[in-house]
């Protein structure tokens, strides 16, 4: 039996620059051509603007299904920014899981380099703003259509036209859509035992483990 993994189809960086007003952004994201360098930082080349809510450790590299770009098509139909992977700032567009199948821990092959999951991307008002509308954050808020961050565990490089394959899975009753709905889909008030575990489990990333702890009272 083949083992669980995904696909790649596109490796994107990109840089600050200026986004709304005085504000910066480096959610706009190009393809990368050949090998790409992947550090504790994440990619070689991608940088981001605001150091307080993106990057480090626990926000490394940025994944977003593209399994989820045909709903999204219908929701927004002729949408230019869905022609094409790096609609919503990922570094890796990838096919094959989506939340419900991508667990807290997970580990990945990523070309040479090994990743984890450390938690899901909690949407800001960038993703509006991007798009132009009000209702791409609340969307996914409902949805759980939020893609995932990974820490990196070993460096290495990764292309594009390769596959990720699940090397570990520590944590298989916490798949991300799970760990989103209790966090930041309101799910919490329906099981407070939950969030209480995942307030003490090491491996999800600090912030929500702050929010849990917050969360549970």
Not at 69 to 97: Q, T, V
Not at 150 to 167: K, N, Q
Not at 184 to 213: C, F, M, Q, S
């Amino acid at each position: 039996m083949s083992r669980p993994h995904m696909t790649i189809d596109a490796l994107l960086v990109g840089t600050p620059v200026p986004f709304r007003g005085e504000e910066y952004s480096a959610i706009a994201k190009i393809p990368v051509e050949g090998p790409v360098r992947i550090t504790w930082d994440g990619f070689a080349g991608n940088a981001v603007a605001d150091r307080v809510h993106h990057g480090g450790w626990d926000k490394a590299i940025h994944l977003y299904p593209q399994d989820h770009y045909g709903w999204w098509r219908e929701s927004k139909p002729d949408h230019p920014l869905l022609d094409a992977p790096g609609a919503f700032g990922e570094n890796i567009a990838s096919r094959g899981m989506t939340e419900d199948d991508l667990c807290l821990g997970d580990r990945f092959s990523l070309g040479s380099a090994i990743v984890e999951v450390s938690h899901g991307r909690q949407p800001c008002w960038k993703l509006d703003h991007r798009f132009g509308t009000r209702d791409v954050m609340a969307t996914i808020v409902k949805t759980g259509r939020c893609g995932i961050y990974f820490r990196v565990i070993r460096e290495g490089e990764a292309e594009a036209g390769t596959r990720m394959d699940l090397l570990e899975r520590p944590l298989p009753d916490w798949p991300i859509a799970r760990v989103f709905r209790l966090l930041i889909g309101g799910g919490h008030k329906a099981d407070p035992d939950a969030v209480r575990t995942l307030a003490a489990t090491d491996v999800l990333a600090e912030a929500w483990r702050d929010r849990a702890r917050k969360l549970a009272g």
